[in-house]
């Protein structure tokens, strides 16, 4: 098949296959159109969508690696001048790796939400959105230029503000929806500058022609500065990842985001929203290659990132909440590869990251159910004997990502690591720090959650107390969420005498699901995918730039690696902040509340966020309402409304009221002006006469 192309009617049926099944859940199974359509009809037409995408996305790929490969215009939009605006795929490793993962934990998310979502009043229209969402994610993958790339980058944004707003009647859901769409806006705003300049310059939006002008933009200077062209670009571009990847300062809205019901938490997560960036980048390495400036901004921004959202992941009480802090770390660990120049590194973590983090959400998410809506750790523990199929399966998730050898994460998490040792740019001694030290975090806060869920004391079914000793009484957001979360779920949590259950076949069967690749994928793929050739001609890393050489040079085989790291620094500080966990809240429940009493300033810096929050709502926030009503009480009072209107109304009646003495009515009066007039006529004129 080498050198064949793929058939362009089947990839547009990956996409469209999912945007059907939302067609017919959105439109027909909702009041749009008179809900014609059931439940059963709804979860049937999306899931057989996404599971049509999923099967091509997987032949897809296997093409792929036979060698078949697709860049070509599937539709034409519009042509000015020389500028082409189309809808296009380029089908290679990268784009279809990254469909299969799409598609194939989309499609866990779906059979999921039968379960979760079957006594919700939306339950439809929810999986309408994820359909929706899915869609639009498959179009940002596939594309081959930027416009399409804007057009799925702007969709799944959208999509998420509908997804996490989708319980509209909660005010908090409604704040974090907005909070989201706002913060990428700003992203976003970026990342279209990055997009206009590589347009202006290259005269283009096809990411070969514009690849294939690399040299030259390398050579041109940002118009008016001495600042290089390309990494004005690629910086601005980045700022756009920052916004959909949620990296430091952008990224505020994530955790925020757990409003939205459990499932969609995994999708936007795990596989789609937060890695479209990590994607985007990747795809765009042959320009990024050319600035170390951008890469080193990209590892400082990845290591801020990695290392203190964990910090905030240790104070964290409620169960999603916990995954999201783990999930901003780790996509700190991504973009810090993707400033290491290791690219496919970034890709590898993307792709390892989707199954364990999709399977810890989809895990919580059981948990929440079998707790009957109750997500605080606090009121759990002992619930492995209850839930015996989610206890596994988490355990499974959670040994990936703090990067146990043998399981998907160690593979990605460890060449992670080894790649920033390699990298001798700006910033590389402190990112080299980060990761180690996230490490531990990560391991700490991850089994803190995993002991205080599924080991220790029974602590639900008592009235919603809290065991103070067993974790620092870290509060929620917000006094509002607090008292919003007990008017709307005063009824959730176990009665006294109230046992915890497992869940239903359709939750816990993607959680089977989900563990398999969690375990197994990294050991399978680690060979191809870092060290072969999947992404050669895909992704490009310069000559200046060893981190991949070196990986590959000190590569000898996936249980090679596995057994190397039981003897690495990593595997000792993941072990050591296991232990640590289970000291503090299994053996000794005293020492996290010593560490509360002690570093009671820490811990309110950490529960506040370190007052990013804070700090947008008075500078940005409230920049904006006192230049909003600067300009209203300046600008539109007395500038437009008292200047230009009620003062041009004012000289018109005072011209008028001058005008109105002239107009006597009296004929004498307009004859003596008439003579005036002539009398006038003749002075002005006399001297222009003839003399005689």
């Not at 239903?504 to 398999?516: K, T």
Request: aromatic share 14%.
């Amino acid at each position: 098949m080498a050198g064949q192309l793929l058939n362009p009617n089947l990839l547009l049926a990956v996409p469209l296959a999912p945007l059907a099944g939302a067609a017919i859940a959105g439109l027909l199974g909702t009041q749009f159109l008179g809900n014609l359509v059931g439940r059963k009809t709804s979860h049937t037409a999306t899931i057989l969508g996404v599971l049509i995408a999923f099967i091509l996305s997987v032949q897809t790929l296997l093409a792929v690696m036979d060698g078949a490969t697709f860049n070509g215009t599937i539709y034409n939009w519009m042509t000015i001048g020389t500028l082409k605006m189309e809808v296009g795929f380029q089908i290679d490793s990268l784009s279809a790796m990254m469909m299969c993962v799409v598609t194939f934990v989309s499609l866990m998310v779906h059979i999921y939400t039968i379960g979760y979502m079957k006594d919700d009043e939306g339950y439809n229209r929810f999986f309408a959105y994820i359909s929706l969402f899915t869609f639009s994610m498959l179009m940002l993958v596939m594309a081959n230029n930027f416009l399409q790339l804007f057009f799925g980058w702007e969709a799944v944004g959208l999509v998420s503000y509908l997804l996490i707003g989708f319980w509209y009647q909660r005010p908090t859901a409604i704040v974090a929806n907005m909070k989201a769409f706002l913060v990428n806006r700003v992203g976003d705003f970026g990342f279209i500058l990055g997009i206009g300049l590589l347009l202006a310059f290259a005269g283009t939006m096809n990411y070969q022609e514009v690849f294939a002008k690399k040299d030259e933009l390398a050579l041109l200077s940002l118009p008016g500065t001495d600042w290089a062209l390309l990494t004005v670009a690629c910086i601005c571009l980045f700022i756009g990842a920052m916004g959909k990847s949620a990296q430091f300062p952008l990224h505020v809205w994530l955790p925020d985001s757990m409003e939205g019901p459990t499932p969609i938490s995994a999708l936007i997560h795990a596989a789609t929203m937060v890695t479209a960036g990590i994607f985007m980048v990747s795809r765009m390495s042959p320009l990024f290659e050319l600035s170390d400036t951008a890469l080193s901004f990209i590892l400082v921004i990845g290591s801020i990132t990695a290392l203190f959202m964990g910090f905030l992941g240790i104070i964290q009480n409620d169960i999603k909440r916990v995954v999201a802090y783990s999930t901003l770390s780790q996509l700190g660990y991504m973009t810090v590869a993707l400033g290491s120049s290791a690219y496919s590194v970034a890709v590898f973590h993307l792709m390892t990251h989707a199954f364990f983090k999709a399977l810890l959400f989809l895990g919580a998410g059981s948990v929440i159910i079998g707790m009957h809506h109750d997500q605080d750790i606090r009121n759990m523990g002992g619930l492995r004997k209850y839930m015996p199929i989610t206890w596994i399966t988490s355990l499974v998730g959670s040994l990936a990502l703090i990067g146990t050898p043998l399981f998907s994460g160690f593979y990605s998490k460890d060449s992670i690591i080894e790649a920033v040792e390699a990298t001798h740019i700006w910033g590389a001694g402190f990112a080299q720090f980060a990761v180690l030290a996230g490490v531990f975090v990560t391991a700490f806060y991850s089994f803190r959650m995993y002991f205080l869920v599924f080991h220790g004391k029974e602590r639900f079914g008592q009235g919603h107390a809290h065991d103070d000793h067993h974790a620092p009484a870290a509060k929620h957001d917000s006094d509002a969420h607090d008292e919003e979360e007990e008017d709307d779920h005063a009824h959730h949590g176990l009665e006294p005498g109230q046992k915890p259950h497992e869940s239903p076949f359709v939750v816990w069967f993607p959680l089977v699901m989900l563990a398999i690749p969690s375990l197994l994928i990294g050991y399978l793929t680690i060979g191809p995918m870092l060290h072969g050739d999947f992404f050669k001609g895909v992704i490009f890393v310069g000559e200046n730039h060893p981190a991949m050489e070196e990986l590959s040079h000190e590569f000898h085989g996936a249980m090679a690696m596995a057994i190397h790291g039981l003897s690495t620094a990593p595997f000792w500080l993941a072990l050591s902040g296991v232990v640590a966990a289970y000291y503090c809240y299994m053996v000794n429940p005293r020492v996290p509340a010593w560490f509360f009493a002690k570093f009671h300033a820490i811990h309110t810096l950490l529960d506040n966020k370190y007052y990013m929050d804070k700090f947008n709502e008075v500078v940005f926030a409230g920049g904006a309402r006192l230049l909003g009503n600067g300009l209203w009480n300046f600008g539109d009072k007395k500038l437009i409304d008292g200047l230009l209107v009620n003062g041009s109304a004012k000289v018109v009646a005072w011209l008028s009221s001058l005008s109105r003495g002239l107009q006597t009515g009296y004929i004498y009066h307009y004859a003596f002006v008439m003579i005036l007039g002539v009398l006038g006529f003749l002075i002005y004129f006399l001297p222009f006469w003839p003399a005689k």
